[in-house]
């Protein structure tokens, strides 16, 4: 989709907003998500294979997470679209199924932990 249509998502949908920067922060691997988990232990086994593609690795990873708050600033932010003249809350189907894509990736993430912790 195009983000110039999608631009001013805030003033929009605010509580939508909270759900698409919950989701960008576990796209980008912050410390809440399952990712920064995956990311660490890929980059703990490139260590002894390659130092050269660990820097590469962390290179990409680093463009990664600032594209992905890029396009959440660039998004949420700014005037809204003029073609847009409907206003909708949201249904609680939606903030719910949003909830079932966010909390079992999070849920993992202290699963993990609590298994690395006993090791």
Do not use: D
Request: hydrophobic share 55%.
């Amino acid at each position: 989709r195009s983000l110039l249509i999608n631009k001013g998502l805030l003033n929009f949908m605010p509580s939508m907003t909270l759900w698409w920067f919950l989701l960008s922060v576990c796209n980008m691997a912050a410390p809440p998500s399952l990712n920064l988990l995956g990311e660490i232990s890929l980059l703990n086994s490139i260590v002894g294979w390659s130092w050269l593609t660990m820097i590469s690795l962390s290179f990409l990873s680093f463009f990664s997470a600032a594209y992905t708050l890029y396009l959440y600033a660039y998004s949420q932010h700014g005037k809204i679209f003029s073609g847009v003249y409907s206003f909708s809350g949201g249904n609680i189907r939606e903030y719910f199924l949003l909830f079932l894509h966010w909390f079992p990736l999070n849920l993992l993430i202290l699963k993990s932990e609590v298994c690395l912790f006993w090791i």
